[in-house]
C-alpha cells in the first residue's frame, strides 16, 4: 500500500546471503549504511584533496565539520579526550551523513532502526567502560560514588548512579530513533493527504494546498533535527568519553 | 535546541531510567527468586535515576564542573 | 472468571492511577508556565522547584505503574 506511512522502514532482502543458519543478507539498510560511508568518505576526501591554503566553498565544510567536532570534544573532555577524536568525528558524520540521505524521497533512513542506533550507543558506552578501566583501574568505580553524600545514604546513591549509567545507552539510542521515525512518519503522512485530497475533485486541490505547505515547512524542521541530533548524540558521546577520563566526581 | 527537540530529550531520559530500572529489577527477580521486591526495589531505583538524568541534562545538578552541552534547561526561556 | 483475565483487567485498572499523575503534572506545568510568563525573570530560578514536584507527582504514578507490572509479570 503506497499510502502507510510505516511502509518505508521495511527491510527488504537484496542479495540473500546464509551461513551457518544465520541471515548475513544484504538488504537495503545495509546497501544503504555502504552508500553512507562511501558518501561521508568521497565527501571528505575529494574537498580537501586540492588542499588549498585558501580552501575553496567546498574545502570550507569539510573544515568546518572538522573544527566543529574537535571544539566540541576539546571543551567536553579537554586536549586529552582528542585521542578519541576519530572515534567522535566518524560517529558525527556516520549519523549526519546517514540522517541526511534518509531525507531524500524513497531512500531508506538507517538511523530510523532502533537496532541501528542501539549498536552505535553500545559502541560509546563499551568504549568507555573498556577505556574507563583501561586506564583507572578499579578507580573507575569512582565515577559511582559522588562525593558530599552522608554515610547512611552511599549505598542507595551507589546504586542510582548505576541505574543511571545503564540508562545512557537506552536513552541515547531512543532519543535518535525516535526523532528520524516521528519525523519520517509525519512528513509521509502529511504527505499523503496531499494525495488524498486531490483526488477528491477542484475543491480538494484547492484544500490540499495547506497540507503540501506543511509538507513543506516539516521537510524543513526535518533538515534541521538530521543536524540537530548528530550533533547531540556527538556531543553527548564527549561527556561520556569524559567519565572514562575523569571518573572522580 | 527547539524547544520540541528539548522535550523529547527530557522525556527520553527520564524513560530510558525507568525502562532500565524495571528490565533489571525483572532480570534480578529471574535469576534470584526474590519475587516480588526485586521489581519494586529497581523501579524506584530506576525511578530516582531517571529524575537524576533529568536533572543532569537539564543542567542542575553540575557534573565534574565541566561545561554543559547545548545549553539544556536556560534554552526555553 | 479465570484468574488470568482478572490480572489483566485488574493491571488495566491501577494503570488508571497514572492518569491521576498526569493532571497533577498537568496542574504542575501549567503553573509554571503561567507564572514564567508573568514573571519571566524569576523563572529560571524556579526550575529546580518545578523539577522537584514534577518528581514528588510523578512518584505516585510510578506507584500505580509498578502495581500493574507487579500483575502482569510476577
Not at chain 1, 9 to 17: D, L
Not at chain 1, 181 to 202: P, R, S
Not at chain 2, 1 to 11: E, K, P
Request: aromatic share 12%; glycine share 12%.
Amino acid at each position: 500500500m503506497a499510502t502507510d506511512p510505516i511502509h518505508q522502514f521495511q527491510i527488504s532482502r537484496w542479495i540473500p546471503i546464509e551461513v551457518g543458519g544465520l541471515d548475513f543478507s544484504f538488504t537495503n539498510s545495509a546497501a544503504f549504511m555502504v552508500a553512507t560511508v562511501v558518501g561521508a568518505g568521497a565527501f571528505l576526501l575529494l574537498t580537501t584533496s586540492s588542499r588549498g591554503l585558501v580552501p575553496g566553498r567546498m574545502q570550507s565544510v569539510s573544515e568546518m565539520s572538522y573544527e566543529f567536532v574537535a571544539s566540541m570534544l576539546r571543551d567536553a573532555a579537554g586536549t586529552q579526550g582528542m585521542r578519541f577524536f576519530p572515534l567522535v568525528f566518524s560517529l558525527f558524520m556516520f549519523i549526519l551523513t546517514a540522517n541526511l540521505i534518509g531525507m531524500f524521497p524513497y531512500f531508506f533512513t538507517v538511523t530510523s532502526h532502533i537496532i541501528v542506533t542501539f549498536a552505535l550507543a553500545m559502541l560509546v558506552i563499551g568504549t568507555v567502560i573498556v577505556y574507563g578501566f583501561m586506564k583507572n583501574g578499579f578507580g573507575f568505580l569512582k565515577l559511582f560514588v559522588p562525593e558530599g553524600v552522608p554515610g547512611v545514604l552511599v549505598p542507595l546513591v551507589v546504586l542510582i548512579e548505576i541505574v543511571s549509567f545503564l540508562s545512557r545507552p537506552i536513552s541515547l539510542s531512543v532519543r535518535l530513533f525516535a526523532n528520524m521515525l516521528a519525523g519520517h512518519i509525519t512528513l509521509k503522512v502529511f504527505a499523503g493527504f496531499v494525495t488524498t485530497m486531490g483526488a477528491m475533485g477542484a475543491v480538494g486541490v484547492a484544500g490540499a494546498i495547506l497540507p503540501l505547505l506543511m509538507t513543506i515547512a516539516i521537510t524543513a524542521l526535518e533538515f534541521l533535527v538530521a543536524f540537530l541530533q548528530a550533533y547531540v548524540f556527538a556531543v553527548l558521546t564527549c561527556m561520556y568519553l569524559n567519565d572514562a577520563l575523569h571518573p572522580s566526581h | 535546541m527547539t524547544g520540541f527537540g528539548n522535550a523529547l530529550r527530557l522525556s527520553s531520559e527520564f524513560i530510558a531510567g525507568i525502562a532500565v530500572g524495571a528490565a533489571l529489577g525483572w532480570f534480578v527477580d529471574r535469576f534470584a527468586g526474590t519475587s516480588p521486591w526485586g521489581l519494586i526495589v529497581f523501579l524506584l531505583l530506576g525511578f530516582a535515576a531517571g529524575v537524576l538524568n533529568v536533572l543532569r541534562s537539564a543542567g542542575l545538578v553540575a557534573e565534574n564542573g565541566l561545561r554543559r552541552d547545548g545549553g539544556g534547561g536556560r534554552q526555553g526561556e | 472468571m479465570e484468574a488470568e483475565a482478572a490480572r489483566a483487567i485488574g493491571a488495566g485498572i491501577a494503570c488508571l492511577g497514572m492518569g491521576g499523575a498526569g493532571i497533577g503534572l498537568g496542574q504542575i506545568f501549567g503553573n509554571y508556565l503561567a507564572g514564567a510568563l508573568r514573571n519571566p525573570s524569576a523563572a529560571d530560578g524556579q526550575f529546580g522547584r518545578l523539577i522537584f514536584g514534577f518528581a514528588v507527582t510523578e512518584a505516585l504514578g510510578i506507584f500505580s505503574l509498578l502495581i500493574a507490572l507487579l500483575l502482569l509479570f510476577t
